[in-house]
């Protein structure tokens, strides 16, 4: 009697942790967010990497953005079983807890009071997001719906062929009154981080690009740089990846070995504004935003050799505002003090490592 009693107490207080602890923080930004997942093809691009004659270049995107200050719903489910499962490599259900605050397929903002003005005929900036290898964009939904709520349109895509699952669903955005083309930036993490690097050089669309911890290894823009302002943000290590201490390999042998850099030269000094800059006690993984959600209730399952030692209360804030900072600089002319001060604004935020003294033969 006593062990059922105990039971009964013990299950509802549990899963109301589980509850608290995975709520994704309070949005900072000015706007409610609205979230949709969307298929789109390009019927003038083949795919290169399927074996079935005639498949054209799909690709799945999730869209953040600013909604309707009244909306009402929820999140629904976090994600799909199957990428979970895949990307994580858990089960799927060790993640249903998960609630951020975004609505699904929310009404899109169409003006009100008490928000600041969208620009230009209430348009927003586009910011285009791509994740790290094999990982799925759903994981770095703590800090894409925070940008989203200040503002921005977040595109983030899932790349077939080098994400683990890509879960494809039908419907076309509405959204299109909402975006202004005339601003559009990039960033991405890891691979994703890198490819934002390369975006710059091939696109000129795209104004403003940002880069989580990737190496550069796109021969163009080690060797001529990019024009448009860029920003590399890196985890607490030196060089950017922890996991070559493991390895026992050296700083030349890598960056031979990958022809990466963490500052190259040409980027520097081609770029109208290049910056750098670190975030204390993260590991690489730890960009992914949601993972320092799930170590709250599996710390075991997501350890600091994953994630790092910062908290996600730390992490998710700083990042917020250090992605809203640099873009809100290029594609709005507003000037923040944290570019130029991070650790004063958030403490585990500093000025990136300055590598320029370092030899790239």
């Known amino acids: 009697m006593v062990v059922v009693l105990a039971a009964v ?15 994704f923080p309070e949005l900072t930004g000015a706007y409610a967010v609205g979230f949709r997942r969307l298929s789109v093809s390009d019927p003038s691009r083949e795919e290169i990497f399927s074996a079935a004659e005639g498949d054209l270049r799909e690709l799945m995107v999730s869209v953040y953005y600013p909604a309707a200050a009244d909306a009402q719903g929820g999140p629904g489910r976090y994600g799909d079983a199957r990428e979970i499962r895949k990307a994580g490599g858990a089960p799927a259900f060790l993640a249903a807890p998960l609630r951020p605050r975004r609505v699904a397929d929310a009404p899109p903002f169409a003006g009100g009071a008490g928000v600041g003005k969208a620009g230009a005929g209430g348009r927003f900036p586009v910011l285009l997001f791509s994740p790290g290898m094999e990982g799925p964009v759903l994981f770095y939904a703590g800090l894409l719906e925070q940008v989203a709520s200040h503002g921005y349109i977040v595109v983030a895509v899932d790349h077939p062929y080098t994400t683990g699952v890509v879960t494809f669903a039908d419907g076309l955005a509405d959204l299109a009154p909402l975006a202004d083309l005339g601003r559009i930036g ?3 993490h890891s691979f994703g981080g890198r490819t934002a ?33 860029f920003a590399l943000v890196y985890d607490d290590f030196d060089p950017p990846y922890d996991y ?9 042998a890598w960056f031979g070995r990958w022809e990466g850099r963490n500052r190259p030269p040409a980027v520097a000094e081609a770029s109208r504004d290049f910056r750098t800059y670190q975030v204390e006690g993260l590991a690489h993984e730890g960009f992914v935003t949601d993972f320092l959600i799930l170590r709250r ?24 505002d250090l992605v809203v900072a640099w873009f809100g600089l290029h594609l709005r002319g507003k000037h923040s003090d ?22 790239w033969d």
């Open 9 to 23: 107490l013990f299950v509802p207080w549990l899963w109301g942790w589980i509850a608290g602890s995975s709520r």
């Open 186 to 188: 990039v960033f991405g």
């Open 197 to 229: 690097a390369a975006t710059l050089k091939v696109d000129p669309r795209f104004g403003v690009g940002l880069d989580f911890d990737g190496s550069i290894v796109y021969r163009p823009v080690l060797e001529q740089g990019v024009e448009q302002p």
């Open 244 to 252: 070559l201490a493991d390895k026992g390999d050296g700083v030349r």
């Open 297 to 320: 209730i599996l710390p075991l399952l997501v350890g600091r050799d994953l994630v790092g030692t910062s908290r996600a209360e730390q992490v998710i804030p700083a990042l917020t």
């Open 338 to 359: 944290l570019l130029e001060d991070p650790s004063g604004v958030h403490a585990v935020l500093r000025q990136g490592i300055d590598t320029s003294e370092w030899s």
